[in-house]
């Protein structure tokens, strides 16, 4: 069998990404004040970047770390407010998700 050039790319650059139809989409993910806590010990400071092979949502991240609903005042993706009916639309490769938790004060 003869295979061209371009397909043997192809596969190699698939097989790079864990195969077709799995590459990989990094999104940052910064948790301020009191939602650090829900990071990965491991993490220094308050950014962990995801490397997802799929689709997920801003709440959809937030489960993954088990932040609770009720603890989530604000979230930011790509330095623009996210409302919360936007906060079940998939995040694309890139994005800067920034959440911030309901902060009282007196």
Not at 2 to 23: E, H, V, W, Y
Not at 36 to 49: F, R, T, V
Not at 70 to 81: D, H, L, W
Request: with cysteine.
């Amino acid at each position: 069998m003869n295979f061209s050039k371009d397909l043997i790319n192809t596969c190699i650059a698939a097989a790079d990404r864990g195969g077709p139809g799995q590459d990989k989409m990094k999104i940052t993910v910064k948790l301020f004040s009191s939602l650090m806590e829900y990071l990965p010990k491991n993490i220094e400071g308050n950014a962990i970047q995801l490397d997802e092979s799929g689709s997920i949502t801003p709440n959809q991240v937030l489960q993954r770390f088990n932040v609770p609903d009720a603890e989530v005042r604000t979230m930011i993706r790509n330095g623009v407010f996210l409302p919360g009916e936007d906060r079940d639309k998939s995040l694309e490769e890139g994005d800067v998700l920034t959440v911030w938790p309901a902060i009282q004060g007196g």
